[in-house]
């Protein structure tokens, strides 16, 4: 089966003034629809650079990405534009909700933002927040709820256009124990019922027992799988 994306010997090198960083040294990386997968790494070793190129964030200095078999720097703005808003759904550590915003109103922007109907955006939203635990919290604003429930619904905001990857760079890193576990199994348990492939970057070893597979990262370099 063709891997639903695919990293070949992807390179990414920052240049400053007096000299050139190498943030991934060649990586080669294959998720298969549906896998439960971790990027395991210490800070610093290319873990976030590498969700950035799958998710069509940032650009390789060289190799490619391969999104079910096409090459994503083909794509048009506006294809890029659309299948990062509408196949890859993104957690990032820090929540990035609009304070202004409810709870409902942060979920549902990615999918008017995609063009979906209002009464469908709310309806998924509202729906996702039930699934999260966050039934309860529609009309409040992030300011108003708590750190983890911030963090389920920053998850809930991912998956508002179903996307079919999720990327999530350190999702729990600001979380306490009880809510890391909290928010990895609610993971866990969206990708088994709606099969949504699952990449989280993270240095927490207590997260190994939830991986299908696990890629270990170390100086830009993927060391073993």
Do not use: C, W
């Amino acid at each position: 089966m063709e891997p639903i994306i695919k990293a070949e010997n992807l390179v990414k090198v920052y240049k400053t003034e007096s000299e050139e960083v190498f943030a991934l040294k060649g990586v080669n990386l294959s998720l298969e629809e549906g896998e439960f997968s971790l990027l395991m790494g210490a800070s610093g070793s290319g873990k976030s650079t590498l969700l950035h190129l799958l998710g069509g964030l940032d650009k390789p200095t060289s190799g490619r990405v391969l999104y079910r078999g096409k090459d994503i720097s083909s794509f048009s703005s506006k294809e890029l534009a659309l299948f990062r808003n509408r196949k890859i759904g993104f957690v990032f550590q820090f929540h990035y909700l609009i304070n202004e915003l409810t709870l409902i109103e942060n979920v549902m922007a990615p999918a008017l933002i995609g063009g979906v109907p209002f009464s469908e955006s709310r309806k998924r939203a509202e729906e996702l927040l039930k699934r999260v635990g966050l039934g309860h919290r529609l009309s409040h604003k992030p300011f108003e709820v708590s750190g983890g429930e911030k963090q389920r619904a920053a998850v809930a905001r991912a998956l508002v256009n179903f996307p079919e990857v999720v990327l999530a760079d350190e999702p729990t890193g600001n979380l306490d124990s009880q809510n890391t576990h909290s928010v990895i199994s609610l993971m866990k348990e969206l990708n088994q019922e709606l099969g949504t492939t699952f990449l989280i970057a993270t240095h927490n070893r207590e997260l190994e027992t939830y991986a299908q597979r696990i890629y270990f990262i170390r100086d830009g370099v993927i060391e073993s799988t």
